[in-house]
């Protein structure tokens, strides 16, 4: 029997209506780094994602699912692309303007894109490139910067404001399948070729509902929400779509990333929430323990990305700031996990959870897979790689325009789930806590040590700023820890044996105490700012780091 419920299509169209009405009067904020920052409320930003719209279509001839890619910071003009693009049935491609060229062009040909939105701080990066970009036809151009270099350039180029100014603001949106692709997002691509992911609609909008939960963000028009995790990373966590659903007003820091200006951001404007990566709240802590600033608007902050390691939870509890771990791939759309404790218990009790990446919402199901292929109970104490699956989890990567999706074996089960590579335990009320990336693992004599547990051990210590653990090869062990440190300022020389006593007095077993180590001034980042463990890797196998043996 069929149920008599009606079969709407869940559409970015019905985020953007809603948000555009309903939360007409929520504000985007956006950093200018001059005396005020740009403010536009969702009815104003809805009216221009639907100029844009009526632009692409009359103007740059964008008449059904091509690619109409972004290389923007988080700010107005790209939420409007976010609303706009999927709305009338183009797909969006947010671009990473932190990539290696290369793979920027790469990512732009394979995708075939045929509009690049830029901001014009990004033109430097996008001039260049344009030559080994034939699938693009216009450049539109957002926001100030220098366009002396597009005067000889293939691609039309349009303004931005030029392009959309006085167009329509109603718009006869075409019907659209929920499962039709709305946005692409290519991952990081640490080895191989960049991989695309595609989400449809439908994935977009049910997300979102999660994202909304009290259980995940949980966030109401009462709030703002300090995005600084990229728009071209992961949908910047779905909070923007969350947003124009439940009317959460944003706060977007443009280009501004740098702990002073985020500083000064949020005691000037009083977000309740934020979301990023761990290594913006490093960088936003040294900067307040040594020019002090009032954070306590951020109640509520959304941390994931990477592990995050537990005494930054802890040196911001005592900001009056509570950290929140997550954990999401570009795969997984991203939410995966959230860490909320169970309800009724004490700050003491709660803290393992808090730390552990968290609980699946109920439409992602997880399991853990031992190296045969076995099941594995959640016992919080047998450790395999995590698999997922779900209705906003990739079941393929993009094969290009003209290209079959890939379903590559080590990414993909015989049964449809994805293979995340991340290896971690499951308690038995299903709290996941990841151990490591199954290629960080450092496997030592057939026993396997965690490179994060040592990381965050070490990040504890009062002179530590930042710690990344590798595995190095050892003719005795197969593979053996190096240790590289970056001091906090101020700290003076380093004492390695005294961390390694450090370690072992925070329980770290002795068998996996690093023996190697070496002072660095900064541990390596990849384009979404989290650890770049391969560049430590190879800087150690090419003798560039000086290592000190215990
Ligand atoms: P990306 O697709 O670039 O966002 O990278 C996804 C990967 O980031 C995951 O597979 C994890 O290895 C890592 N990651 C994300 N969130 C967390 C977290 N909370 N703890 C540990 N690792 C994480």
Redesign the pocket.
Known sequence: MLSTMQDVPLTVTRILHHGMSIHGKSQVTTWTGESEPHRASFAEIGARATRLAHALRDELGVDGDQRIATLMWNHAAHLEAYLGVPSMGAVLHTLNPRLPVEQLAWIVNHADDKVVLVDGTLLPLLVPLLPHLPCVEHVVVVGPGDRSGLADVTPRVHDYEELIAGRPTTFDWPELDERQAAVMCY??GTTGEPKGVVYSHRSIYLHSMQVSLPESMGLTDADTTLIVVPQF??NAWGLPHSAFMTGVNMLMPDRFLQPAPLAEMIERERPTHAAAVPTIWQGLLAEVTANPRDLTSMANVT??????PPSLMEAYDKLGVRLC????????S?L??VSHPPAGLSAEEAWPYRVA??RFPASVEGRLVGPGGEALPWDGASAGELEVRGPWITASYFGGADGENLRPEDKFSEDGWLK???VGVISPDGFLT?TD?AKDVIKSGGEWISS?ELENALMAHPDVAEAAVVAVPDERWGERPLATVVLKEGATGTDYAALQAFLAESGVAKWQLPERWSLIAAVPK?S?G?FDKKVIRKQYAEGELEVTHL
Do not use: N
């Open positions: 991952t990081s990373h992961v941390i994931g990305g990477a592990a995050c771990h997550a954990w999401g791939m570009t795969e997984t991203p995966g996990t990446q968290g995340t590579g991340d990841l990336r994060v990849t979404v989290k």
